[in-house]
């Protein structure tokens, strides 16, 4: 059984970050693509390493795919 204290938290940069620099994006084109609740906070955790939720994982994609037209998916964006 995986205890909180024994889940690691901070993963190091992720590729999300990666593909928004390479794409020209910030974290604001993600927020207002996004047809779901997503904020400026969620995007720069999942960009950090923070370790995210996979609601709030997929949220992440979903918006990335809106403003990009692209077919990216999870593995893509994240280490974890």
């Keep these: 059984m995986i205890l909180d204290q024994d889940l690691e938290r901070d993963l ?16 604001h084109d993600l927020v207002a693509a996004s047809t779901e609740q ?6 720069q955790r999942g960009c950090k390493g923070r370790r995210l939720t996979k609601n709030v994982q997929g949220k992440l994609l979903r918006a990335l795919n809106a403003v990009t037209s692209g077919a990216y998916t999870l593995t893509d964006l994240f280490t974890y």
């Design 38 to 43: 997503i904020t400026h906070k969620m995007v």
């Design 12 to 27: 190091g940069e992720q590729p999300l970050a990666r593909l928004l620099t390479e794409l020209g994006l910030k974290s």
